[in-house]
C-alpha cells in the first residue's frame, strides 16, 4: 500500500521560502515520476514541477529559477524548496506518483505536470503567502 505524506508547509511573507518534505512507503517501482502539484480555493489543481528515477527534473514556467524538486531515495523523501513566494502561491500543496512514468516524446523522456497518471497522492500541506 503506498502513502505518501506531506510536511513543512506554513505562513510566510511575500518574498519568502519554504521546504516542502513528501515521505513515501510502499513505493517499489524502479521507474516512476514524482511531482508536486497545488490547488488554491475555486481553482484547479495544477502541476509545479516533477522529478523522474534518474533524477532529471521539470518546472512550470512560472517556478522556473525559484522552486527546486529533489529526492533523497535513501530516505524516501521528495523534497521542494520554494524561494521567493508570492501571495498568489498560496495553495494546497500536494505530492503525487506515477509509476508509468517518465513518457516518450519527441527528445527524449518526461514526467507529466498534470493529473493525468498520477495514481498515488498525499493529502497535502497548506502553504499560504502574505503581501
Known amino acids: 500500500q503506498v502513502q505518501l505524506v506531506e510536511s513543512g508547509g506554513g505562513s510566510v511573507q511575500s518574498g519568502g521560502s519554504l521546504r516542502l518534505s513528501c515521505v513515501a512507503s510502499?513505493?517499489?517501482?524502479?521507474?516512476?515520476?514524482m511531482g508536486w502539484f497545488r490547488q488554491a480555493p475555486g481553482k484547479e489543481r495544477e502541476g509545479v514541477a516533477s522529478?523522474?528515477?534518474?533524477?532529471?527534473?521539470s518546472y512550470v514556467d512560472s517556478v522556473k529559477g525559484r522552486f527546486t524538486i529533489s529526492q533523497d531515495n535513501a530516505k524516501n523523501t521528495l523534497y521542494l524548496q520554494m524561494n521567493s513566494l508570492k501571495p498568489e502561491e498560496t495553495a494546497m500543496y500536494y505530492c503525487?506518483?506515477?509509476?508509468?512514468?517518465?513518457?516518450?516524446?519527441?527528445?527524449?523522456?518526461?514526467?507529466?505536470?498534470?493529473?493525468?497518471?498520477?495514481?498515488?497522492w498525499g493529502k497535502g500541506t497548506q502553504v499560504t503567502v502574505s503581501s
Open positions: 503525487a506518483a506515477d509509476p508509468e512514468g517518465p513518457y516518450y516524446s519527441t527528445g527524449g523522456y518526461y514526467c507529466l505536470h498534470t493529473t493525468v497518471g498520477y495514481d498515488y
Open positions: 510502499g513505493y517499489t517501482y524502479s521507474k516512476y515520476c
Open positions: 522529478i523522474d528515477s534518474d533524477g532529471s527534473t
